[in-house]
């Protein structure tokens, strides 16, 4: 069975791993979200593709929800007393792989060949590829301007209302080599608990993948980011009562016209819905095993199509 899964970070990166471990070698494609991408200190730091990455091969902060398990901070201590930024938190070992990454891109590879040697590193089977080698950058309008995804998120703690997001250079941008392949030749395509408006749109806004996963044969599931109307961490359910005027399945449904076949939620959402289109289970992922459930649930729910 070929799966692609649509994904951007922390709770993405979850299901991403559960789905690599009940599927076979080989046959999991991952499209990661790279408008939260951003320069820190001179380094190229792409955090969904690194939570993905971090989360596969199990290197993964669990409590944190991004970088690396057993993280120092002993270079950002440093740049921190010689004036530099430290406003983004870039750990010992997370900076390994920043380091590696932006010398790549500055010698002219590509940031999907890379990631794809980054993944073969770890020996995993799975395929990882950003959504596009082009820069594509979310920005966010608020009451108290426009900002830098992670400027909003990250340096003023999201605490900003948000009325428009804007995916600068998506419009512009090329799907990297194989995504459009990958998922024209799907059997199944998952879209991750990721935070639609942040994580998923800026993977759609590239031209040729809303149209391919329109145009699909492949059965299109979604899990829902929502627990019982809220965020399992993060800003989604304030954005959504905002920008949509509700959290309930139909809600994030609507963040995903036309591209879905069935909606997987938590037991928590289901008296928020009378839709025959979805699928109730526990979708809380606070271990591995949580994940592979979750995984196995939402591979079923796409073959059945209904509950
Ligand atoms: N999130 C924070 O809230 N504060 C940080 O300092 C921070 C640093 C960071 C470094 C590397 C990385 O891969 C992720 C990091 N994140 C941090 C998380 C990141 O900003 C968001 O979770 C995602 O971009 C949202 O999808």
Request: proline share 4%; net charge negative.
């Amino acid at each position: 069975m070929k799966v692609v899964c649509l994904s951007g970070g922390v709770g993405g990166a979850k299901l991403v791993a559960g789905l690599h471990d009940v599927l076979g070698a080989g046959e999991l494609t991952v499209i990661g979200n790279v408008g939260d991408d951003l320069e820190v200190l001179g380094l190229h730091v792409s955090p969904d593709l690194d939570s993905v990455l971090y989360g596969l091969a199990g290197l993964n902060d669990t409590e944190r929800g991004w970088g690396r398990a057993g993280e120092t901070w002993q270079a950002l201590e440093s740049a921190r007393a010689w004036g530099g930024e430290d406003w983004f938190m870039l750990g010992d070992r997370d900076l390994g792989l920043h380091l590696v990454r932006t010398q790549a891109l500055r010698s002219g590879e590509r940031l999907s060949e890379i990631t794809e040697r980054l993944v073969r590193t770890t020996g995993l089977a799975t395929r990882l590829l950003p959504v596009t080698d082009d820069r594509v950058r979310t920005h966010v309008v608020t009451p108290a301007g426009r900002f830098a995804f992670q400027e909003w998120f990250v340096a003023r703690r999201h605490e900003d209302e948000v009325d428009a997001l804007l995916y600068e250079g998506a419009e512009d941008a090329t799907p990297a080599p194989g995504v459009v392949e990958a998922l024209e030749s799907a059997d199944t395509i998952v879209i991750a608990p990721s935070n639609p408006f942040v994580s998923i749109h800026p993977i759609l806004a590239v031209p040729g993948i809303t149209r391919a996963v329109e145009a699909r044969r492949a059965r299109s599931v979604a899990v829902s980011p929502l627990i019982g109307g809220k965020a399992v961490r993060g800003p989604l359910d304030r954005m959504m009562l905002r920008l949509l005027g509700g959290t309930s399945p139909a809600h994030v449904k609507r963040c995903y016209e036309g591209l879905l076949d069935v909606l997987v939620i938590d037991g928590a959402d289901a008296s928020a819905t009378s839709d025959g289109h979805v699928v109730v289970t526990d979708t809380l992922m606070d271990d591995r095993d949580a994940a592979r459930r979750l995984a196995r649930t939402t591979l079923e729910a796409a073959m059945d199509g209904t509950s």
